[in-house]
């Protein structure tokens, strides 16, 4: 019997995909069968080069296979049904990970959850704490946060009432938004609703107001001008104040937007599907299809994928010069087990004084 990690896993997956047709075949043969599986609606979701899975869209660079890899990068769950792939990687495949379970404590709601699949908890959307709901990106947020704030990773059941302390969060899960609003000076805020904040165009008195920003998985939908939203979360922070930022991205390559042109753009439904009409500001009219979109209210498009080197750079270069922390550490205790070395939460920092070096 073979027993494999899913790192190992991935890497064989990959270098039997490479160029392969007949692989490219069995490739949607299985992700048919995760689909089914799912009991996700039936649709043409693997064409035109694109690979659909619920989370994600991506145009392959010329190979399977990295669509693959950053199809896991969102939806690390998907790597487990590999073993139906027809014909098989390896039969019989046992993941390593499928009967490991853990005890934690969960870092929001502060339940302790007993004897829960290893590979629930590292699911990074799968709602993982029986009292809560908390996924595991949602607990890596706290736990950065805490690390942050108080210099150790805190259960928000434990962290000292710290009102001088203030904050904003974007579209912020409701089952953390309402702790941090006890604890800190702290309010989430929206696109479509009060309290609202348009990230693209925030206004100068909400400049260097506040101690720390929380973004979590909202800079995927941003439309247009990504770089100019970066610049604002760094504005809105006071200095040595620091964002917490989860989005998306693949571990290699550059930053890939969908939809480079966006100028005057709009969803447009018709018969049952929705398609997004672009004029570019050269006056060029483009229709795209195959649009995914992300649950949630709003403009939940889902508009690019970043890469971990990208990230980096439109960090740096927005005015996040006090230093950029990737958190990469596991804490069981807390709940927070990473399948993956990727799609991980960043923490970025402004300098202290303008224009002084990290550290
Ligand atoms: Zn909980």
Same mark, same amino acid.
């Given at each position: 019997?073979?027993?494999?990690?899913?790192?190992?896993?991935?890497? *064989?997956?990959?270098?039997?995909?490479?160029?392969?047709?007949?692989?490219?075949?069995?490739?949607?043969?299985?992700? *048919?069968?995760?689909?089914?599986?799912?009991?996700?609606?039936?649709?043409?979701?693997?064409?035109?080069?694109?690979?659909?899975?619920?989370?994600?869209?991506? =145009?392959?660079?010329?190979t399977?296979?990295?669509?693959?890899l950053?199809?896991?990068?969102v939806?690390?769950?998907?790597?487990?049904?590999?073993?139906?792939?027809?014909?098989?990687?390896?039969?019989?495949i046992v993941?390593?990970?499928?009967?490991?379970?853990?005890?934690?404590?969960?870092? %929001?709601?502060?339940?302790?959850?007993?004897?829960?699949?290893?590979?629930?908890?590292?699911?990074?959307?799968?709602?993982?704490? +029986?009292?809560c709901?908390?996924?595991?990106?949602?607990?890596?947020? %706290?736990?950065?946060?805490?690390?942050?704030?108080?210099?150790?990773?805190?259960?928000?059941?434990?962290?000292?009432?710290? =009102?001088?302390?203030?904050?904003?969060?974007?579209?912020?899960?409701?089952?953390?938004?309402?702790?941090?609003a006890?604890?800190?000076?702290?309010?989430?805020?929206f696109?479509?609703?009060?309290?609202?904040?348009?990230?693209?165009?925030?206004?100068?008195? &909400?400049?260097?107001?506040?101690?720390?920003? %929380?973004?979590?998985?909202?800079?995927?939908?941003?439309?247009?001008?990504?770089? +100019?939203?970066?610049?604002?979360?760094? +504005?809105?922070?006071?200095?040595?104040?620091?964002?917490?930022?989860?989005v998306?991205? +693949?571990?290699?390559?550059?930053?890939?937007?969908?939809?480079?042109?966006?100028? &005057?753009? *709009?969803?447009?439904?018709?018969?049952g599907?929705?398609?997004?009409?672009?004029?570019?500001?050269?006056?060029? &009219?483009?229709?795209?299809?195959?649009?995914?979109?992300h649950?949630?209210?709003?403009?939940?498009?889902?508009?690019r994928?970043?890469?971990?080197?990208?990230?980096?750079?439109i960090?740096?270069?927005?005015g996040?010069?006090?230093?950029?922390?990737?958190? *990469?550490?596991?804490?069981?205790?807390?709940?927070?087990?990473?399948? %993956?070395?990727?799609?991980?939460?960043?923490?970025?920092?402004?300098?202290?004084?303008a224009?002084?070096?990290?550290?």
């Amino acid at each position: 019997m073979t027993t494999l990690s899913v790192k190992r896993l991935l890497g *064989r997956i990959l270098r039997l995909i490479v160029r392969d047709s007949q692989k490219q075949e069995a490739i949607k043969q299985w992700v *048919r069968r995760v689909r089914s599986s799912l009991g996700m609606r039936k649709q043409s979701w693997f064409d035109n080069g694109y690979l659909h899975l619920p989370e994600v869209q991506i =145009k392959p660079q010329g190979t399977i296979h990295s669509a693959v890899l950053r199809a896991i990068a969102v939806s690390p769950q998907y790597v487990f049904a590999l073993e139906q792939l027809d014909p098989p990687i390896s039969a019989p495949i046992v993941n390593e990970a499928d009967d490991r379970r853990l005890t934690f404590c969960c870092n %929001i709601c502060g339940a302790t959850n007993t004897d829960v699949a290893l590979n629930l908890v590292s699911d990074r959307e799968a709602p993982s704490c +029986k009292e809560c709901g908390s996924s595991l990106r949602v607990r890596s947020v %706290i736990d950065a946060l805490t690390s942050e704030i108080f210099g150790e990773s805190l259960p928000l059941s434990s962290a000292p009432l710290s =009102k001088s302390i203030r904050g904003v969060g974007m579209s912020d899960w409701e089952g953390y938004a309402k702790p941090l609003a006890r604890i800190f000076s702290y309010h989430n805020s929206f696109y479509h609703q009060e309290p609202r904040l348009d990230i693209t165009n925030v206004p100068e008195s &909400e400049f260097e107001k506040y101690d720390f920003l %929380i973004s979590s998985d909202v800079m995927e939908h941003v439309p247009n001008d990504v770089d +100019k939203a970066f610049a604002y979360m760094a +504005k809105m922070l006071k200095p040595g104040g620091f964002l917490v930022l989860t989005v998306p991205y +693949k571990p290699d390559g550059d930053h890939e937007e969908f939809y480079p042109d966006l100028h &005057e753009y *709009r969803l447009i439904s018709t018969a049952g599907k929705t398609f997004l009409y672009n004029r570019t500001s050269e006056g060029v &009219e483009q229709i795209y299809d195959n649009l995914v979109f992300h649950g949630g209210d709003g403009f939940t498009l889902f508009m690019r994928m970043f890469s971990e080197a990208g990230l980096i750079k439109i960090l740096e270069n927005s005015g996040f010069d006090g230093g950029i922390k990737i958190y *990469r550490d596991d804490d069981p205790r807390y709940g927070i087990v990473w399948p %993956i070395s990727w799609c991980l939460t960043i923490v970025a920092r402004k300098a202290q004084h303008a224009g002084s070096n990290p550290g």
